[in-house]
């Protein structure tokens, strides 16, 4: 394909997990305070942002935006942004790469508000958001999907172990990013990821260090891997070449590939010129794949698989018009023509970027919730192993339920407030959701996710019935025994005046206790217990019977 002019917006989404150290509690209200660079955004009423207020439904809009501070039980996402004047976004990558000289060096622009931060506390998650655009004009097709590659690899994802030294050919040489910050202040992060060899021990990944720089203060750790997630919004002819191919394409993979022509037909040259067609729609479609899953290679070679993936992930309402939309598991893609309307950058940089915020934040908190229904399940099993030493079982059983039942409260708090069958009550935004929940898999995600949380919380109410009914049995035993032996106690002092009757009672019961404790081994330790319990309290009433009891006696 002739490299093609283009302009573009890249965005780049790093999902976090908050982590909690001990007893100690990430504050959002604390981290504010210590933060003031990152000022908390409301949604201002205005002619502007009317339009995208009313693009979403009531309910998603009072998660994102319709937050009450006087409510600290409402679960909304609070929304930031970094305070800068501007800034760059470096990319530079100088090596030779498979016999291949690589030269690139990118300076992208960074807007003021090109970074915000979204904090969803009650669920422990946020999203990190890095919005960049060309700073020199055009950039050819070929270097938005180097830029959208490079750009959004925020540590190695492996180690390539050829060479003399460690290295890894998936992230760029360098990525920096130099911010303009008020009053003449100035941030420079640059992170060379030709070092990151030297730092990097055991299985704990060394990320940007701009990436640690704006989450400083939030214990985080990545949800997903070492590509942030990429949304990319493309201004190029080759999206009127995709328009022409596509129609027939998408009925049969085989249109976009050349016809057999006969020098001696008298309609060869209509042929030429529609095999010209078809090799430009063939390599618009390899453009169309590789920029949805941000390639700079044709990692899918096989034309059949190809085609159908690329069938499953395009949204083509617009198609005709040369707009298309594209979603997998790591990015969001939007090609258009040149001669698009301009109100569709700001739809991307508003309407889909939300949009795409919550499919983000459903599948974070799905990942967490299902390691943390692992992590549940292993300290379940762990306190109830036999082979294992059981201190307080019935305590740490309490604590567990407890545990579950929390968690189960948050699963709810999370299906009622962050889950949404839809978004939007116009057709293209029902469409374009369904979309991504149907390739991000998240419906199955969720429907697995709920049968394992209600299969654990299951066993852990039976496993606490059992410990009660345990508990019952303990009493009915010692009811079993105190009875009987209180009316054969009872029995044998009857018609005897004599003092001496009374401690040979309890003598013998203590005898016959001591004989059924020691002298049956196969007696679980269950049923010992009562018994060794009255034996100590009989031990104790003779002792108090020859104290008080025998004196009086005597002297009478």
């Not at 790469?97 to 690139?104: I, Q």
């Not at 690329?310 to 939309?325: A, E, N, P, Q, V």
């Not at 919730?369 to 305590?395: G, T």
Request: proline share 4%; hydrophobic share 40%.
């Amino acid at each position: 394909m002739a490299d093609m002019k283009a302009v573009a917006i890249h965005q780049f989404m790093f999902p976090f997990y908050i982590c909690s150290s001990g007893r100690k509690r990430f504050k959002v209200a604390d981290w504010e305070k210590a933060h003031p660079t990152w000022q908390k955004q409301i949604l201002q009423a205005s002619n502007e942002n009317y339009g995208l207020r009313h693009y979403f439904h009531n309910e998603v809009s009072r998660l994102l935006w319709d937050r009450h501070p006087d409510k600290d039980e409402n679960l909304s996402l609070n929304h930031y942004i970094y305070q800068i004047c501007g800034g760059t976004y470096e990319i530079k990558v100088h090596r030779t790469e498979y016999g291949t000289r690589l030269d690139y060096d990118y300076q992208l622009e960074v807007p003021a508000d090109g970074i915000q931060l979204y904090l969803l506390d009650s669920l422990s998650i946020g999203i990190l958001s890095l919005t960049v655009h060309s700073a020199s004009g055009e950039l050819s097709t070929e270097d938005i999907l180097r830029i959208n590659q490079w750009g959004r690899r925020i540590y190695w994802p492996f180690i390539n172990l050829g060479g003399s030294e460690p290295f890894c050919t998936e992230c760029a040489d360098e990525l920096a990013l130099k911010l303009k910050i008020a009053e003449g202040n100035e941030a420079n992060w640059c992170e060379d990821f030709r070092m990151d060899g030297d730092r990097q021990k055991g299985f704990k990944p060394q990320y940007a260090v701009f990436i640690q720089n704006l989450l400083h203060g939030i214990p985080f750790q990545h949800i997903l891997d070492d590509r942030m997630f990429t949304s990319c919004f493309c201004s190029s002819d080759v999206a009127g070449s995709l328009a022409s191919i596509w129609p027939e394409y998408r009925l049969d993979h085989t249109s976009i590939y050349p016809v057999k022509i006969d020098p001696v037909e008298p309609n060869c040259k209509e042929k030429e010129l529609e095999n010209s067609r078809r090799t430009a729609g063939r390599e618009a479609t390899e453009f169309w794949y590789r920029m949805c899953y941000v390639d700079i290679g044709l990692t899918c070679l096989n034309a059949n698989m190809r085609y159908e993936l690329l069938k499953s992930i395009t949204y083509d309402r617009w198609s005709d018009w040369g707009t298309f939309f594209g979603y997998t598991h790591y990015s969001f893609m939007m090609l258009v023509s040149p001669s698009a309307p301009d109100y569709l950058r700001q739809h991307f940089l508003q309407h889909y970027h939300y949009m795409t915020v919550i499919l983000l934040l459903q599948r974070a908190a799905l990942i967490c919730f299902a390691d943390q229904v692992n992590y549940l399940a292993d300290q379940h099993i762990v306190c109830h192993d036999d082979s294992a030493p059981r201190k307080m079982p019935s305590k740490q059983r309490k604590l567990m339920l407890e545990g579950l039942t929390d968690f189960r409260k948050k699963y709810i708090l999370f299906i009622n407030k962050v889950w949404f069958d839809e978004v939007s009550p116009q057709e293209q935004g029902i469409e374009l959701y369904e979309l991504g929940k149907r390739v991000m898999v998240l419906e199955k995600h969720k429907d697995s996710l709920r049968s394992d949380i209600d299969e654990l919380y299951q066993f852990g109410k039976a496993e606490e019935e059992a410990s009660q009914k345990s508990l019952l049995d303990w009493l009915s035993l010692l009811g079993v025994i105190f009875v009987p032996l209180s009316l054969w106690s009872t029995f044998l002092t009857m018609g005897n005046p004599d003092w001496l009757f009374v401690p040979i009672a309890n003598l013998s019961v203590m005898v016959f206790c001591a004989f059924v404790v020691i002298g049956n081994k196969q007696l679980k330790l269950g049923y010992k217990i009562p018994l060794i319990v009255y034996i100590t309290i009989a031990a104790m009433h003779l002792s108090l019977f020859f104290l008080l009891k025998a004196p009086i006696v005597q002297g009478g």
